[in-house]
């Protein structure tokens, strides 16, 4: 099976622009994760997709931090406006519905805000 | 909140030898201890991992031990090669609960 796929790969954007990041997950896996590394420190929690709606959104930073998952396909990560700190990988998860672990990374998005 | 804390940041080791990374965590009710391998420009892979109500888990060369009473695991990658140079993530959580509170990753490199 295909796996999870992030694009961009790589973006670097100015300061105050706006940036998404977009996220396919495995065909048929209901949940979806968005986590992040900042600057080589832990990876942290995002946000959580049940299918189309957010299970759960407490680690999103704030509110310049948009994420959708259109009819519970593809899930996109807005950032808008970018920020400094906002600098950092972006990974994207998913599972099978009723798997809480082993999820399947995608690459992630490495995004340089300069 | 749960936090973990992960040692070394960085891990050098001759092709052959033996390779220990340990974790520590704060919350005792965590019950889930999961490690990630992350290739360079791949995203984090499951290579292991263990529950509380266990305290060593192998799979070929990598074994986990779990100390609850200490409340750290430790990751052992036994006779090294160098497909095994990767950053290494430990994590930790309630079986309940999805969220993993990760720690801040090992860059492990094998030396030829």
């Known amino acids: 099976e295909a796996g999870v796929t992030q694009f961009p790969s790589h973006s670097v954007i100015e300061k105050g622009q706006t940036v998404t990041l977009r996220c396919d997950p495995i065909?048929?896996?209901?949940?979806l994760y968005w986590y992040r590394r900042v600057m080589g420190k832990e990876i942290k929690f995002l946000l959580h997709f049940v299918k189309e709606s957010k299970q759960d959104e407490s680690g999103m930073p704030n509110n310049r931090f948009l994420a959708e998952r259109t009819g519970g396909t593809y899930s996109t990560l807005k950032v808008q406006p970018a920020e400094l700190e906002d600098s950092g990988v972006y990974f994207c998860?998913?599972?099978?519905?009723?798997?809480?672990?082993?999820?399947?990374f995608g690459s992630g998005t490495r995004l340089t805000v300069v | 909140g749960e936090n973990v804390e992960q040692h070394p940041s960085t891990l050098s080791v001759q092709e052959g030898d033996s390779a220990v990374i340990k974790c520590t965590y704060s919350d005792s009710a965590s019950n889930y201890f999961p490690w990630y391998k992350q290739e360079l420009g791949k995203g984090p892979q499951l290579i292991i991992d263990i529950r509380s109500n266990v305290g060593e888990k192998k799979d070929q060369r990598i074994a986990v031990t779990l100390n609850k009473t200490a409340k750290h695991f430790s990751l052992h990658i036994t006779e090294t090669q160098p497909e095994d140079s990767a950053v290494y993530f430990c994590a930790a959580s309630m079986w309940s609960n999805y969220q993993l509170i990760w720690g801040a990753g090992t860059k492990l490199i094998i030396k030829p």
């Open positions: 065909s048929g896996h209901d949940n």
């Open positions: 998860a998913s599972s099978h519905p009723g798997q809480t672990y082993g999820y399947t």
